[in-house]
């Protein structure tokens, strides 16, 4: 480690001067054991720039997408099922530089959280970090048992996860630094589609 | 340290010329305060939620010392490196050899309010590095030459038309066009040339873990990601305070913080950072800053549970009607003035008399800082080390002595009663503050002593 | 039960109305009342101001008029929170943390402790009602709007027992006048920029009067609704409900 001595000074002067120790809250109460609920995760994705699609298989998550965005932009995955879709990009996985160019992203996610409409991903899902921020647009795919209610269920069923960097993603990227004026697309991408990929219940 | 010219009551009185300006700067800061409250009361368990944050934080004060080394233990494990810096200028001295040691002069940043309070911009362009400010509110402040207003929504201040003109002479937008889709898009475009070139990016960090050594991030524009996915060095900043001991307990901090500071229920990114990607490299700056000397201040320490919602500043009447320059500090606001003073008590004397003690800031406050409670007891520590002005501590001696005296204060009473009833314009003139903007109260024939002592028997 | 009256400061000079609003009121509710004459403040303005140190005179004097009785009823929720909080006598710790305990602001006392269910006042008016900040987050006499917790309102509740009386609703119905004790000749431009702003609320919603516990956001209010030439008045909400 760095700065040794810097290290010491602050660490003696943090035991010198903190307060008595308090214990430890019990947090575990807030977790509730239940299903989040699709209908509620798909009205709050569309508040925040991002749309919920039920789909039965990848074919229709494929078309969804064509649908969604025409045109010949370069659509990148990692994700197996849909390489036959996936452009043609130097598959260099350690520079994230060579996806400057995608259109859109789709990745795997682990669940989807009802609360706040994010979603749960980490590096093992991305191919590459920067995937889910350089791409234009993004869609996430996620089971349709992986819907929970709050964070708190979050952290636990995310708590065995192995990852290098984790992130949850809600929606679009957006600002409001001018004059409180939302905007989608800030610098990460300008729209969000989420799948819950199984039979499900109607919406 | 730096002497202020001017104090906030100063500063204040130039901002308040501006009747319509301040309109809109107190009606936009309420509208996000208004957002905060329709959000957190769809949570019932709210409160308990804000009990249970500030009991953490409560916890990790104190045992500060162990959980920062349990979490540079796990940092380092996960192949981060991890710095400690005494004061600002070790921190700034820190960056600045991370990165000509890669002979790298060019940096984007996303925002740490940290590296604001370090001088962290103005010291590396000293030394010849570029930084480019990645958050849209920051890059424009950055733009204007200025300091950001506020912690988390930067360039409140600015209206978009002023903002367009910045645009227009930096960024080549046209004159006169101050839409904030267009101008946003070009930000955008603006800044994705810079994620793409820098091969360094510093970020602020919002919580660290202590008990798996990663630590999160919190965006709504994914600057942070873009910048430190795509270069090869990602430096985080971070206050010593900003510790959490468990990861589930983000569960309880992210609930409340996005809540407090904007309304929404999360921030559009909440990125959990644990190891540096392949080939690339982490690294973590731990700063004390005054923050070791606060935990030792027993009626101020509570201020280190800050997570910087901003909460605080957007409640404030007074800081809504002032604007975040006049505090002149990193941290503006309630929580600013509970920080600042102990960073340097001469320079921010000014800062905990800028309040009228409502108590609205300390119940918003997401950790339940008792923010009103400690400005008042910066007053007294203030006051007793000699730095209140000369003037008002004779006018407050001699309240003593009034106050003090059933007889004298009977007589001063009655005074300033006969003043005002037969020499008003002794009172009613321009050297009495008061009467600038309002009258002067009606003097009554008789005070309610006196009219008790005609019409109850004396007892 | 003897219930010792403390005046603040301010309203024994200038609005000694609200005062005898309170004694009368208190009166006819068959309380016995005495007025300890040589009061004279609670020191709430030097401590405010950073010189609590200099308030030990005022301490004494308040124990030495009011520590005999049972309770202790001011028309002020600051200086009932200050005296609460900050009351404290070197030599004698024992009797001001016994005599703080007993101290009570007017609308509180009439709901906690003489639990008054009807009044046979009458106030003709639309009126708007200021939450005086101490009173409300300090002394809990209603809910603060950043909570999310169960609304209630002592004063409020008192208000609705007044006959034909109309109370406005408010944009913010609990944003601070600006008052502040020496804040408002300190601050002079944003105290007075608040005051005006919670003025244009009340006016905005019709009031022909604004209440409320504390004389002091009052007189503040006052002087710019006078300043403004306004037709509205302020009024202690003891004048209201003591109003037949």
Redo the contacts between chains.
């Keep these: 480690m760095e700065n040794t001595s810097s290290r010491e000074a602050i660490l003696a002067k943090v035991r010198r001067n903190k307060p008595g120790a308090t214990a430890m809250p019990d947090i575990d109460f807030l977790e509730k054991n239940v299903n989040g609920s699709l209908a509620k995760l798909s009205a709050m994705l569309d508040t925040i720039g991002g749309k919920l699609f039920q789909v039965n298989d990848w074919t229709e998550i494929v078309s969804t997408i064509r649908a969604q965005h025409p045109g010949d932009g370069t659509i990148y995955s990692p994700i197996p099922e849909v390489q036959h879709i996936t452009g043609q990009i130097n598959q260099d996985e350690f520079d994230g530089h060579n996806l400057a160019n995608v259109e859109v992203g789709i990745v795997k996610a682990h669940f989807a959280v009802t609360e706040n409409g994010a979603v749960w991903v980490t590096d093992d899902q991305l191919g590459n970090r920067a995937l889910p921020f350089i791409c234009q647009h993004l869609a996430a795919v996620i089971g349709e048992d992986d819907i929970l209610p709050t964070l708190h269920e979050a952290y636990t069923r995310s708590a065995g996860h192995q990852y290098q960097y984790g992130a949850f993603i809600a929606g679009a990227s957006k600002t409001a630094d001018i004059e409180q004026s939302l905007v989608l697309g800030a610098h990460g991408p300008r729209s969000m589609m989420v799948f819950v990929l199984g039979k499900g219940e109607a919406l | 340290m730096e002497k202020h010219d001017k104090d906030h009551a100063e500063l204040s009185e130039v901002f308040n010329k501006d009747e319509d300006r301040v309109n809109w700067h107190d009606e936009t800061l309420w509208w996000v305060r208004a957002k905060r409250d329709k959000a957190v009361n769809q949570l019932p368990e709210w409160e308990t939620l804000r009990d249970l944050a500030s009991q953490i934080k409560h916890n990790v004060l104190g045992s500060l010392d162990i959980y920062l080394e349990q979490f540079e233990k796990n940092a380092l494990a996960n192949g981060v490196h991890v710095h400690w810096a005494t004061d600002a200028e070790e921190h700034n001295k820190i960056v600045y050899q991370l990165l000509t040691e890669k002979s790298i002069n060019r940096m984007v940043k996303s925002k740490s309010m940290l590296t604001e309070e370090c001088g962290l911009n103005d010291y590396l362009a000293e030394h010849g590095i570029e930084v480019i400010d990645s958050d849209l509110g920051e890059r424009i402040v950055q733009l204007a030459k200025e300091h950001p207003s506020h912690i988390v929504l930067p360039c409140i201040h600015k209206k978009k038309e002023e903002i367009g003109e910045l645009f227009h002479e930096h960024l080549g937008t046209p004159a006169g066009v101050s839409d904030p889709q267009f101008l946003t898009e070009t930000a955008r475009q603006h800044l994705r040339e810079v994620f793409l070139t820098r091969r360094a990016a510093l970020t602020g960090v919002n919580f660290a873990i202590a008990e798996t050594g990663e630590f999160v991030v919190c965006t709504n524009e994914g600057n942070a990601d873009m910048g430190a996915h795509l270069a090869d060095i990602h430096i985080a900043s971070m206050g010593i305070e900003k510790l959490i001991p468990e990861r589930k307990h983000l569960g309880v901090f992210l609930r409340l913080l996005t809540r407090s500071a904007t309304g929404q229920p999360i921030t559009t990114y909440s990125s959990h950072f644990k190891s540096p990607a392949e080939g690339k490299e982490m690294h973590i700056i731990l700063v004390d800053n005054g923050r070791t000397t606060q935990l030792g201040r027993e009626d101020f320490r509570n201020s280190l549970k800050c997570i910087r919602c901003g909460a605080c500043m957007n409640t404030c009447p007074v800081y809504r009607r002032s604007g975040g320059h006049s505090y002149q500090n990193a941290i503006a606001g309630p929580i600013g003035s509970i920080l600042a003073p102990n960073l340097d008590m001469e320079a921010h004397a000014d800062l905990p008399f800028a309040s009228t003690l409502c108590g609205s800031c300390s119940n918003v406050c997401p950790v339940k800082i008792n923010i009103h409670e400690q400005l008042y007891k910066w007053r007294q520590v203030i006051v007793q080390s000699g730095k209140a002005p000369a003037g008002k501590k004779m006018t407050m001696k001699a309240m003593d002595i009034t106050l003090s005296s059933p007889g004298a204060y009977r007589f001063a009473g009655k005074a300033g009663r006969l003043a005002l009833k037969f020499i008003p314009f002794a009172v009613n003139n321009n050297l009495n503050p008061w009467y600038k903007h309002r009258e002067m109260p009606e003097p009554p024939a008789q005070s309610f002593r006196e009219w008790y002592r005609s019409n109850r028997n004396s007892k | 039960m003897t219930v010792g009256l403390f005046?603040p400061?301010y309203?024994?000079?200038?609005?000694?109305?609200a005062?005898?609003a309170t004694?009368q009121l208190l009166e006819k509710l068959g309380v016995n009342v005495?007025?300890p004459?040589?009061?004279?403040?609670c020191?709430q303005?030097?401590?405010?101001?950073?010189?609590?140190?200099?308030?030990s005179?005022?301490n004494?004097?308040f124990l030495e008029n009011f520590a005999d009785f049972d309770y202790i009823v001011a028309p002020s929720g600051s200086c009932v929170l200050h005296v609460r909080e900050h009351l404290h006598d070197e030599k004698i710790a024992g009797q001001a943390a016994g005599v703080s305990k007993k101290v009570y602001e007017l609308t509180s006392f009439l709901t906690d402790i003489l639990n008054v269910e009807s009044l046979p006042s009458r106030f003709p008016f639309k009126v708007g009602v200021h939450q005086s900040?101490?009173g409300q987050?300090?002394l809990h006499l209603s809910q603060?709007?950043?909570?999310?917790?169960p609304a209630f309102s002592k004063p409020g509740k008192l208000l609705n027992m007044v006959k034909d009386i109309e109370i406005i609703q408010l944009d913010?119905v609990?944003?601070?006048c600006?008052?502040?004790?020496t804040?408002?000749?300190?601050?002079?431009?944003?105290?007075?920029?608040?005051?005006?702003?919670r003025v244009a609320d009340h006016l905005r919603h019709g009031a022909q009067f604004i209440t409320g516990v504390d004389m002091s956001c009052l007189?503040?209010m006052?002087?710019?609704l006078?300043?403004q030439k306004s037709e509205t008045k302020v009024i202690h909400i003891a004048e209201i409900l003591n109003a037949e």
């Design positions: 005046i400061c309203v024994d000079q200038f609005y000694p109305g005062a005898i004694l005495v007025y004459q040589n009061q004279t403040c020191g303005p030097m401590a405010n101001s950073g010189f609590e140190h200099l308030t005179g005022c004494r004097l900040c101490h987050r300090g603060m709007s950043e909570l999310v917790a913010r609990d944003e601070c600006g008052f502040g004790g804040f408002c000749v300190a601050e002079e431009a944003v105290s007075a920029k608040m005051g005006k702003d007189m503040h006052e002087g710019i006078r300043r």
